[in-house]
């Protein structure tokens, strides 16, 4: 079984941090733009604390991403080299 991207933890994380006090203070109460503020603050805080190896293993597969050694090539890559260089041989050049 394939393992689940460091991205979709941590945004799951980031949602759940979110919405549980955000339930919380709704339950309770609170206006529901108050409670939206707070629960900002509180899942802001949280994860700023607690999400840290999650942070940082979803940065690194972003940078090993953005940094290949080797460039990612697709299938048609060298047909549509070959149709732009053709197009720029047999087009006049302005004198």
Known sequence: MKSVPAWIWYTALRILLFAV???VLLVAGVPGWIAALVAA?????????FLRRPR???S?????VRHRETPLVHE???EEDAAIDADTTTRPTAE
Do not use: C, K, R
Request: aromatic share 8%; proline share 4%; hydrophobic share 50%.
């Open 56 to 58: 940082e293993s979803m």
């Open 21 to 23: 006090p955000l339930v």
């Open 41 to 49: 603050l509180f899942g802001l805080s949280a994860s700023l604390l």
């Open 76 to 78: 048609d890559d060298a």
């Open 60 to 64: 690194n597969d972003l940078y090993a």
